[in-house]
């Protein structure tokens, strides 16, 4: 019983030193936030300052792709199929003659946009049902992690490549599908903050006030999954890189002339014996991209989980 008072005066002696520090930085002209301290120790992450400066390399080249390189990404030259690397063709030309530097590049955009396009909507689809089951419990909550937990009992790849076998190959059946097999993950982990949220008491207190449930869980609740969300989404990219590559490896994806890695890591391997550039070139890019993201996503994790702060 001795230690309670103990305990409350070293609290008290630590808050009037923190509430102290922030008042002697504000007089100094010093602004400090969640963010912006997340993002000062972010920016000691070696390995996630390289993975954002690959990555804003690889969207800039993207971008850039038509005012880099004169050639199609479609239309086949078999007058020069196969060719080494050259001054022409930079990293050679494939089995159609179309030039390797080109279809990374388009391939490129095809990964990135399919990627931040589906992990925006799985996002979208998985915090509404977090919120809603996590805030409301009972009876809601029951009914929609059984939804859940049913889209748990398949494997995400193996349910992607099923669903993907009854529609149209076509880059908005990929985004589909991928989007049906992604919202499950950041459902649940949505769900688990809103349950330790909704116990706080400034929840309780606006509740009092007679703040409507929607409001509180949007301007209240929300905010505070936002690092979550950020951390999820730079993770999940790499994931669906990597699974909209696999659906076109086997062919069932994002279908010819349209240039994808997967696809093109698919076709090169028939001349991998002579020509091993074909398959080297899109899966090293492949790889580096998905290590980018993961770098990056540790990074943010890091930065913005509240018990690393100093």
Known sequence: MSISPISNLKDDNTAHRIAKLREEQREMGVVTSLWRDAWIRLKRNKAAMGGIGFL??????????????PYSPEDPDFAN???PPSAEHILGTDELGRDQLTRLLYGARISLAVAILVQTVTLAIGT??????????GLVDGIMMRLVDIMYAFPNFLFAVFMV??????VFSIILVLCMVGWPLPARLIRGQVLSLRSWEYIDAARVVGVSDWRIMLRHIFPNTLSVLIVQFSIGIAGVIMSEAGLSFLGIGIRPPTPTWGGMIARGREYFRAFPNLVLYPSALLGLTVLAFNFLGDGLRDALDPRLRK
């Open 81 to 83: 199929a196969l060719e």
């Open 165 to 170: 076998s009854f529609l149209d190959p076509s």
């Open 56 to 69: 804003l390399i690889i969207i800039i080249l993207a971008i850039a792709a038509p005012l880099i390189t």
């Open 128 to 137: 509404f049902f977090g919120l809603v089951a996590g805030y409301f419990g």
